[in-house]
């Protein structure tokens, strides 16, 4: 049976189905269930997509998180780094500073006089520095004629008291005060002079300022080229060995009397002269070495020079026979000699050989045989200021 409210949702459900009936025909509500399927289909496709997004967006994002953590951490471990360093840095130093006392003792600065750094000054600037070789011009030589100094009074860092003098300190260098100044003196030049001058201080005897020196006909060379040639290489081995070298010159065109040769030595304050030569006589057969040197009555030396002198000859001699195997000779002190008499140190003139000899003259012209005699004097050098 069917009762009134029944009755009206009959009544209604009958009204919709008209409705439908008038909107889709008689198969409205097929269509409207389809119509509300796809709704449902695109409402669940717009959910998933935005569904889809979020993912993508999410995992965009945690990449970029990471992304930012890593660079984060090794900031940080850079950071870190180098504080590190810094504090290593800051402990080494410290850890200097409390050792240097002990492990580099700064050496004591020396104490000098006004006068005596005067002296120091004065004697540097006259002879350079300790193993290296100079080249003094005859204008030198007269610009520092006023220096007296010999070694002796050039101030030693061990004598000096530094409680002397207050305020002046200089602190030592490495290098120390040159001690063994060696003249070199390659005898002759490229031209004679022909002028005279006196063979001594205030001696009335006049000589030629410089002859021409020896020719060697079985080797070609003149004499000067061949004692140029070997002083140059003595100057190698002496400074070599720690000498201080000045020579008198280093090319052949140059114009230098004797007594300028010796004053040379003296400006440098050279603690011995050596005079390199060759010798010549008219008999061929004639060789062997021989030094010149003052004779005991030499009245412009004082005694202790002289026998100084003498000694020298004897030690440049024997040692460059000993290295060449050439024949010692007598040698020869006279009184005669410009380049001796105007020295103020001991002096020696070394003929090193006979150019009228055709076996010493190959020999003193060969390589082989310069570099012989160089390392004979230098030894002669060295023995002579071991005695
Ligand atoms: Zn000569």
Same mark, same amino acid.
């Given at each position: 049976m069917m009762c009134y409210t029944d009755s009206i949702r009959v009544q209604k459900s009958l009204y919709w189905e008209v409705r439908m009936k008038k909107l889709f025909g008689s198969n409205g509500l097929s269509v409207a269930m389809i119509?509300? /399927?796809?709704?449902?289909l695109a409402a669940s496709g717009i959910l998933i997509g935005m569904q889809v997004g979020n993912s993508m967006r999410q995992s965009a994002y945690e990449e970029e998180l990471a992304q930012k953590r890593e660079y984060e951490a090794k900031a940080q471990a850079e950071r870190e780094a180098a504080l590190k360093a810094a504090q290593e840095a800051a402990q080494a130093e410290a850890a200097q500073n409390t050792a240097a006392p002990t492990a580099t003792p700064i050496p004591a600065d020396i104490t000098m006089t006004t006068e005596q750094l005067a002296a120091a000054a004065e004697a540097i600037k006259g002879v350079g520095v300790a193993g290296t070789s100079t080249v003094f011009s005859y204008a030198d030589a007269q610009k520092n004629a006023g220096i007296s100094l010999s070694t002796?009074?050039?101030p030693?860092?061990?004598?000096?008291? +530094? +409680?002397?003098t207050p305020g002046i300190t200089i602190t030592p260098t490495p290098t120390p005060l040159p001690s063994k100044i060696v003249c070199?003196?390659?005898?002759?030049?490229?031209?004679? $002079?022909?002028?005279?001058?006196?063979? /001594?201080?205030?001696?009335?005897? $006049?000589?030629?300022?410089?002859?021409s020196g020896a020719? /060697?006909?079985f080797s070609g060379k003149n004499?000067?080229?061949?004692?140029?040639?070997?002083?140059l290489k003595l100057r190698d081995i002496l400074v070599s060995r720690g000498y201080t070298v000045v020579m008198t010159r280093e090319t052949h065109d140059v114009t230098i009397s004797n007594v300028e040769r010796a004053q040379i030595a003296t400006a440098a304050n050279a603690n011995i002269f050596i005079r390199i030569h060759c010798n010549d006589v008219d008999e061929s057969e004639v060789n062997g070495v021989l030094c010149y040197g003052p004779a005991s009555d030499n009245t412009y030396l004082p005694q202790e020079i002289i026998e100084n002198s003498q000694r020298l000859c004897e030690v440049l001699r024997d040692n460059q026979c000993a290295v060449t195997g050439q024949k010692a000779l007598n040698n020869l002190y006279q009184n005669d000699m410009t380049g001796i008499n105007w020295a103020s140190m001991p002096v020696s003139i070394v003929? $090193?050989?006979?150019?009228?000899?055709?076996?010493e003259d190959l020999f003193l012209a060969s390589e082989e045989?310069?570099?012989q005699i160089a390392e004979g004097l230098a030894n002669g050098v060295d023995a002579y200021f071991a005695g």
């Open positions: 119509l509300v /399927g796809v709704l449902i002796e009074d050039v030693q860092p061990e004598g000096t008291d +530094a +409680a002397q070199i003196d390659p005898g002759h030049q490229a031209e004679e $002079m022909t002028d005279t001058e006196p063979n /001594g201080p205030n001696s009335t005897e $006049m000589k030629q300022k410089v002859t020719y /060697g006909e004499e000067y080229e061949i004692n140029l040639e070997v002083s003929e $090193m050989g006979f150019m009228s000899n055709e076996t045989g310069q570099n």
